[in-house]
């Protein structure tokens, strides 16, 4: 047990290899990496709470939390967290004992599976699954269903509609997200996480800006963040299907949540803005001292949070959307329009580019992107000439008639 | 190292459950589920074959992902057939359903 | 010896879930439960060596079917639905059907299973080369997309679920009072 040997791999992110030279057992590896992940994970979620308040708060013109743990309220998250524990856990009566139990679980464990494929920093990654990319799908596919176990659990005819409703918004928006992601994972050749964020000589928000954009907008859906919260809006449906749940459950609930988000915007990075990767900086090495991994997990830790901002700030600034819009927004915009792009990439990139580098690659692909973008909204421009949008119904033109018989 | 014919046994197991539920329900939506075990069990057999045999070829797996899809397309419909009965009829045990008998 | 033990404790707990399936008078239940068989097929699929049909099984079964199902189980129960009977008339027939089945087939994998040398490798998991599974995924796409190959059937299947999508939403539809009248 070298301490220095042991110091050294920590700053070089290399404990599991220096633990295996030692001669610890495979498992006992596994176990501590996994369990580390989980761990900061759930720690980083008290931080983030305490962070959304505040921005949110100052957007809105306003201090936030300023009167727990100092003049910055850092404890605030803390005091919610022991307010949530000592609540009295309280079972509807009727309650279906094992859905109603078993969905809070289930949304965490499964928020917690997709951090699993995400490499936070070269070299450093749960798996290098090479279908990275599908496991990550598949697994907030299967997060779907714990919504149902806990509408239908909690024997309340508003939780089950609330039920239905997050369903048919998380079903709906997992389409364009699948057809979006096939861009980069087509660019890229390889569904794997770590073999996109090294194909990823120039970012690929750069090189396809549309389909970033069309991620992002169902990521942001998915989660259930605003603007498509409707879900869980106190104005709408009274929170939704987690209606019944008091105390830790509900706190599960709220965790599931805010690790969703930071997922979301910790798996944009890794596809669109290059994961860990900053002008060779992941590569430094200083001496002897292989520096570049650290410096790697700086940069995506930033880069993260940098996403995460927006993520707030969109929450902090857009209004949310009605349930029909929602959905027409899904099936009548979104899936064409991420089709059509999947189909232009792909034409592109096989037969105009086959022999091209990567500069060449990346802005022709940009400008077919902004082709497509700019076509899609000349489109809908002249559809709307008239004023006659799809979305808008008639009850504005039938209330400025009435206005104006009068 | 398990043997093959674990395997083949397991989906001979959950294909002989399947048959069971197929045969014996009376609800409509619980014939359809097990109809969807029927098929996971096939699917089993298929993949296991692929992995011992012939590993190299892409036949079982294709094969094994065609079948995933029809029986999606088959769930799709059926469900949506069982839905518009129920709306017509009010009923979905199968038992009941007997208007073109004799 | 450790790959054995988890193999029988998947399978039996995917068969139980399975049984539950056929069993339960209460549908959601049964709904609950052919997820959890699902899960536990996917799990097998892993041990298999096949990942990318493992994470489809989870996404097409267990993120849309199950949901589709519970849907339908929704739309049609009755108010109070819970005194219906699980089993029709024939159930003993059917049962012993299964269980004779079930029988026949493991008698003959068991007694009739090839000992010769040549058919060893039938008795154990061939170690193959990681690099051929690793590769099935890039095989099976292209073999998707290789005329030579199955080209056709891909394109016929999604024809067909374009077919079943349309037509779905067109049984399912609730007809309007006027197409009635």
């Known amino acids: 047990m070298d301490i220095m040997e042991l110091l050294r791999s920590l700053i070089e992110l290399n404990l599991g290899e220096y633990l295996l030279s030692v001669g610890t057992a495979t498992w006992i590896v596994d176990l501590i990496g996994v369990m580390t992940l989980a761990t900061v994970c759930m720690i980083l979620v008290i931080f983030l709470i305490w962070l959304e308040r505040k921005v949110i708060a100052r957007m809105q013109d306003r201090i936030g939390p300023n009167r727990v743990g100092g003049k910055y309220g850092l404890l605030q998250p803390v005091s919610d967290a022991t307010k949530l524990?000592?609540?009295?856990?309280?079972?509807?009566?009727?309650?279906?004992?094992?859905?109603?139990?078993?969905?809070?679980?289930?949304?965490?464990?499964?928020?917690?599976?997709?951090?699993?494929?995400?490499?936070?920093a070269p070299g450093v990654v749960g798996v290098d699954l090479n279908i990275g990319v599908f496991y990550i799908l598949a697994i907030s596919s299967v997060s779907v269903v714990t919504f149902l176990l806990a509408g239908w659990g909690s024997n309340n005819k508003y939780a089950l509609l609330g039920a239905f409703r997050a369903v048919a918004q998380m079903v709906s928006y997992e389409v364009p997200m699948i057809v979006a992601l096939l861009v980069p994972i087509l660019l890229a050749r390889s569904m794997s996480t770590v073999d996109i964020v090294e194909a990823q000589g120039i970012p690929f928000i750069i090189v396809v800006p549309l389909?970033?954009?069309?991620?992002?907008?169902?990521?942001?859906?998915?989660?259930?963040?605003?603007?498509?919260?409707?879900?869980?809006?106190?104005?709408?449906?009274?929170?939704?299907?987690?209606?019944?749940?008091?105390?830790?459950k509900f706190a599960m609930f709220f965790l599931a949540e805010f690790l969703g988000t930071l997922f979301m915007s910790a798996f944009f990075v890794v596809i669109y803005l290059g994961g860990y990767r900053f002008f060779g900086l992941e590569n430094l090495t200083?001496?002897?001292?292989?520096?570049?991994?650290?410096?790697?997990?700086?940069?995506?830790?930033?880069?993260?949070?940098?996403?995460?901002?927006?993520?707030i700030w969109i929450r902090a600034t857009l209004p949310r959307v009605r349930v029909d819009q929602l959905l027409d927004f899904n099936w009548k915009f979104l899936v064409p329009l991420s089709l059509v792009l999947l189909l232009t990439v792909a034409v592109m990139d096989k037969l105009f580019l086959a022999d091209a580098n990567a500069v060449t690659k990346a802005a022709v692909l940009m400008v077919t992107n902004i082709v497509v973008g700019w076509v899609t909204i000349e489109i809908l421009r002249w559809r709307d000439r008239d004023g006659e949008t799809a979305v808008v119904p008639d009850v504005v033109d039938d209330a400025h008639e009435a206005v104006a018989a009068h | 190292?398990?043997?093959?014919?674990?395997?083949?046994?397991?989906?001979?197991?959950?294909?002989?459950?399947?048959?069971?539920?197929?045969?014996?329900?009376?609800?409509?939506?619980?014939?359809?589920?097990?109809?969807?075990?029927?098929?996971n069990a096939v699917n089993i057999n298929l993949v296991t074959f692929w992995r011992y045999l012939t590993p190299d070829r892409s036949v079982g797996m294709a094969w094994a992902v065609f079948v995933l899809a029809v029986a999606a397309a088959e769930a799709a419909v059926g469900l949506a057939l069982i839905i518009s009965v129920y709306r017509n009829r009010d009923s979905v045990v199968a038992e009941e359903l007997d208007v073109l008998r004799n | 010896m450790f790959e054995q033990v988890f193999f029988i404790f998947v399978a039996v707990v995917t068969l139980g879930f399975a049984l539950i399936v056929v069993t339960n008078k209460n549908l959601f239940h049964a709904a609950l439960a052919l997820m959890g068989t699902f899960l536990g097929?996917?799990?097998?699929?892993?041990?298999?060596?096949?990942?990318?049909?493992a994470m489809a099984q989870l996404l097409v079964y267990i993120g849309a079917i199950s949901i589709l199902i519970i849907f339908a189980i929704m739309m049609t129960r009755h108010m109070m639905s819970a005194e219906e009977a699980a089993f029709n008339s024939q159930a003993g027939?059917?049962?012993?059907?299964?269980?004779?089945?079930?029988?026949?087939?493991?008698?003959?994998?068991?007694?009739?299973?090839?000992t010769t040398p040549a058919d060893a490798m039938l008795a154990t998991m061939t170690p193959v080369d990681p690099a051929i599974l690793e590769n099935s995924v890039v095989a099976l796409g292209q073999s998707f997309?290789?005329?030579?190959?199955?080209?056709?059937?891909?394109?016929?299947a999604s024809v067909m679920l374009?077919?079943?999508l349309v037509g779905s939403i067109f049984i399912a539809k609730p007809r309007l009072k006027e197409d009635e009248a």
């Open chain 3, 145 to 156: 997309v290789s005329p030579n190959a199955y080209v056709l059937p891909f394109e016929v």
């Open chain 2, 1 to 39: 190292m398990i043997p093959m014919s674990w395997y083949l046994l397991f989906a001979a197991a959950l294909f002989s459950i399947g048959l069971y539920g197929v045969m014996a329900r009376r609800n409509t939506v619980a014939i359809l589920m097990s109809v969807e075990l029927l098929l």
């Open chain 1, 85 to 120: 524990l000592s609540k009295e856990l309280i079972t509807p009566a009727g309650a279906d004992r094992i859905p109603y139990n078993l969905a809070p679980i289930l949304i965490v464990v499964a928020s917690l599976l997709t951090w699993a494929v995400i490499p936070v």
């Open chain 3, 41 to 53: 097929v996917a799990i097998i699929y892993v041990t298999l060596g096949a990942g990318f049909l």
């Open chain 3, 162 to 164: 374009l077919a079943a």
């Open chain 1, 286 to 311: 200083i001496g002897h001292l292989h520096i570049g991994p650290l410096l790697g997990f700086i940069v995506f830790s930033t880069k993260v949070f940098l996403v995460y901002f927006v993520f």
């Open chain 3, 93 to 114: 027939l059917s049962l012993f059907t299964a269980v004779a089945f079930f029988v026949l087939v493991a008698y003959v994998f068991i007694s009739y299973w090839p």
């Open chain 1, 211 to 248: 389909s970033a954009l069309i991620f992002f907008i169902s990521a942001l859906a998915e989660t259930g963040r605003t603007p498509f919260d409707l879900l869980e809006a106190d104005s709408e449906i009274v929170a939704g299907f987690h209606i019944e749940y008091s105390g830790m």
